[in-house]
């Protein structure tokens, strides 16, 4: 869970125990509205991760690992270990989401309607306003949840399935894109523009909802129009990168002329002798027989008083090997982004057995990529 959410709880939860509740119930006790108030908004939540669940049921049946899921400010994403290998497994990945949200929305509603009884739902077919509003008065706390949880979940997966990528909607068009085209690429390029279109869209309502004097719904529509673009861009830039790195072995990336330094050494002599006389920023820590032990950067000695670096060895503050994420030399570069994108620690380590053959960090691939692009640029 990313901290923001509590952000959004919190203004949830607001909005319905200060605002709609008491639209709905003036004559309930402030305590009754909170409660339900929170309750709504942990609902709204379950059914984020509900939706988000669906995304990774679906992903691990079609053979693509999921590593996590993630809530945060703008809702909730599956983070998988791989894309989808094929339209067919893009469209359904993506799909699954939009139809929980909708199936759990019109669920909600009837269940809604059912504990309302009567009154509401003759009303609520009238059309009658004010006989709606008056029947809604008398529903009690289980009802008035659902009937908000139910039309929130129907438009969570209205927006869903507008084909913005990197949104659902977006992902179901790449995977039409894909099927059509057979170009991957070609595909997310368009699925990005389209997406950066609906974002630039949002954002400009944004700024008319401001200059309306709708304070509130015109940065939330700036901040989501500003969110969106930037994912659509990254999600088309990471696609580059990753085909970039695509069968380039890991030993024309990785770092392999690397100053090393020994267990025993402390900190006060790593900061002179190594760290602050050397632009490499992490030192592999080895045995007297080549093993390695950890790794070392200035990172480490933290909040280490400076009165106890020369007492201090740098086996004490290292990342132990055990801690590592590591690579074989038989790897390939895209392996490697995969794993730094996942949150492994960077640097990656390329290994043979116990012993250290190289470095290769978030930094040298985008190092790499670069010369490889003015290399091919120069070459045309």
């Given at each position: 869970?990313?901290?923001?959410?509590?952000?959004?709880?919190?203004?949830?939860?607001?909005?319905?125990?200060?605002?709609?509740f008491?639209?709905?119930h003036?004559?309930?006790?402030?305590?009754?509205?909170?409660?339900?108030?929170?309750?709504?908004?942990?609902?709204?939540?379950?059914?984020i991760?509900?939706?988000?669940?669906?995304?990774?049921?679906?992903?691990?049946?079609?053979?693509?690992?999921?590593r996590?899921?993630?809530?945060?400010?703008?809702?909730?994403?599956?983070?998988?270990?791989?894309?989808?290998?094929?339209?067919?497994?893009?469209?359904?990945?993506?799909?699954?989401?939009?139809?929980?949200?909708?199936v759990?929305?019109?669920?909600?509603?009837?269940?809604?309607?059912?504990?309302?009884?009567?009154?509401?739902?003759?009303a609520?077919?009238?059309?009658?306003?004010?006989?709606t509003?008056?029947?809604?008065?008398?529903?009690?706390?289980?009802?008035t949840?659902?009937?908000?949880?139910?039309?929130?979940?129907?438009?969570?997966?209205?927006?869903?399935?507008?084909?913005?990528?990197?949104?659902?909607?977006?992902?179901?068009l790449?995977s039409?894109?894909?099927?059509?085209?057979?170009?991957?690429?070609?595909?997310?390029r368009?699925?990005?523009?389209?997406?950066?279109?609906?974002?630039?869209?949002?954002?400009?309502?944004?700024?008319?909802?401001?200059?309306?004097?709708?304070?509130?719904?015109?940065?939330?529509?700036?901040?989501?129009?500003?969110f969106?673009?930037?994912?659509?861009?990254?999600?088309?830039?990471?696609?580059?990168?990753?085909?970039?790195?695509?069968?380039v072995?890991?030993?024309?990336?990785?770092?392999?002329?690397?100053a090393?330094?020994?267990?025993g050494?402390?900190?006060?002599q790593?900061?002179?002798?190594?760290?602050?006389?050397?632009?490499?920023?992490?030192f592999?820590?080895?045995?007297?027989?080549?093993?390695?032990?950890?790794l070392?950067?200035?990172?480490?000695?933290?909040?280490?008083?400076?009165?106890?670096?020369?007492n201090?060895?740098?086996?004490?503050?290292?990342?132990?090997?055990?801690?590592?994420?590591?690579?074989?030399?038989?790897?390939?570069?895209?392996?490697?982004?995969?794993?730094?994108?996942r949150?492994?620690?960077?640097?990656?380590?390329v290994?043979?057995?116990?012993?250290?053959?190289?470095?290769v960090?978030?930094s040298?691939?985008?190092?790499?990529?670069?010369?490889?692009?003015?290399?091919?640029f120069?070459?045309s």
């Amino acid at each position: 869970m990313d901290w923001s959410l509590l952000i959004i709880f919190a203004l949830i939860a607001g909005e319905l125990g200060l605002a709609v509740f008491p639209r709905w119930h003036a004559d309930w006790h402030p305590a009754l509205i909170w409660t339900t108030a929170l309750a709504a908004a942990l609902a709204f939540f379950a059914s984020i991760l509900a939706h988000e669940l669906s995304h990774a049921i679906v992903a691990n049946a079609r053979g693509i690992p999921v590593r996590a899921i993630t809530l945060f400010l703008f809702g909730g994403i599956a983070h998988l270990e791989a894309e989808p290998d094929s339209p067919k497994s893009e469209f359904l990945v993506a799909i699954v989401g939009p139809l929980t949200s909708l199936v759990i929305g019109l669920s909600a509603t009837f269940a809604a309607l059912w504990l309302a009884g009567d009154p509401l739902r003759a009303a609520a077919a009238s059309g009658d306003l004010e006989a709606t509003h008056a029947a809604l008065t008398l529903i009690g706390p289980g009802a008035t949840l659902l009937l908000w949880l139910g039309p929130i979940n129907v438009l969570l997966a209205l927006f869903n399935v507008i084909p913005g990528f990197p949104l659902d909607g977006g992902r179901v068009l790449r995977s039409i894109l894909w099927a059509i085209t057979g170009n991957l690429r070609k595909a997310t390029r368009w699925a990005s523009r389209v997406g950066q279109l609906f974002a630039w869209t949002l954002m400009a309502f944004g700024v008319i909802e401001l200059f309306a004097g709708a304070l509130i719904s015109g940065l939330w529509l700036l901040l989501i129009g500003w969110f969106l673009n930037n994912a659509a861009r990254a999600s088309y830039q990471y696609l580059l990168v990753r085909e970039g790195l695509e069968d380039v072995p890991i030993s024309r990336v990785m770092r392999s002329s690397l100053a090393r330094v020994n267990p025993g050494l402390s900190v006060e002599q790593f900061i002179r002798d190594y760290a602050l006389p050397s632009e490499q920023l992490t030192f592999p820590v080895e045995s007297t027989d080549g093993r390695l032990l950890g790794l070392v950067s200035l990172e480490q000695i933290g909040n280490l008083h400076k009165t106890s670096w020369a007492n201090t060895p740098v086996a004490e503050i290292m990342l132990p090997a055990e801690k590592l994420s590591t690579l074989p030399a038989t790897a390939e570069a895209g392996r490697a982004l995969k794993q730094l994108m996942r949150g492994e620690v960077d640097p990656l380590v390329v290994s043979d057995g116990d012993h250290l053959l190289g470095l290769v960090s978030r930094s040298d691939l985008l190092r790499w990529l670069n010369v490889h692009e003015r290399a091919e640029f120069t070459g045309s």
